[in-house]
Every structure is written in C-alpha cells, then in structure tokens.
C-alpha cells in the first residue's frame, strides 16, 4: 500500500550538483524517520543521512558538508541535495523511511526503488 517513489538521479560531471527526492505515498499515520542510503557496484549498502524521530540530522563521514537532507512532511518527501560530487560517489541511491501505516502503534522499514546516481566527465 505504501510506496516510495524516488527522482533526481542522473549522469553529472566531476564537481556538479543534483538534488534527489523520495516521496511516499499511501496511508501513512505517522513518520518515524526518514533516511538515505548508497550503494556502489559490488560493494555494501551504505548509510548517507538521516532525519531522525526528534528532527535532527546525522550525516555519513565522507559526507563532508556536501550533502543536505532535507524534508517536507506534509509532502511526505525527503529530499537529498548533493553538491561538489566526485566519481565516487557514483551509486545507486535509496531512501527509507520509518514509518506507521496502520491503525496499530508499530513502526515498519520502506525502501524505495533505487535512482542511480553516475558521476563521469
């Protein structure tokens, strides 16, 4: 019932920007928390940012003040912008979010489909 739907991926140049977005959409009662993720070929899933139950931010080390989380719960989106990038960087990005969707208190892991993100000149 619930569905994350991600945007903004793409091919970009050494030292360019993208923004992604993920919203979700169904019945949602409440957001938990609301996150993103990487995953290079051949290597493991990674953690890149989250927005946290209390609405702070943490970010991944290799981050470095180039990435922002950001969101819009009334939209039920989170967003990622990413500046300065490097070929490393080159992944396919996914979100997760935290959330309650059914009348019971209990909170369940959403994963969007993955938008891939490539890096090159």
């Known amino acids: 019932q619930v569905q994350l739907v991600e945007s903004g991926g793409g091919l970009v140049q050494p030292g360019g920007s993208l923004r992604l977005s993920c919203a979700a959409s169904?019945?949602?009662?409440?957001?938990?928390?609301m996150a993103w993720y990487r995953q290079a070929p051949g290597k493991q899933r990674e953690f890149v940012a989250v927005?946290?139950?209390?609405?702070?931010?943490k970010n991944a080390d290799f981050v470095k003040g180039r990435f922002t989380i950001s969101r819009d719960t009334a939209k039920n989106t989170v967003y990622l912008q990413m500046n300065s990038l490097k070929p490393e960087d080159t992944a396919v990005y996914y979100c997760?979010?935290?959330?309650?969707?059914?009348?019971?208190?209990?909170?369940?892991?959403?994963w969007g489909q993955g938008t891939q993100v490539t890096v090159s000149s």
């Open positions: 927005f946290t139950s209390d609405g702070s931010t």
């Open positions: 997760k979010m935290v959330l309650q969707t059914s009348t019971h208190f209990y909170w369940n892991d959403y």
């Open positions: 169904g019945t949602i009662f409440s957001i938990n928390s």
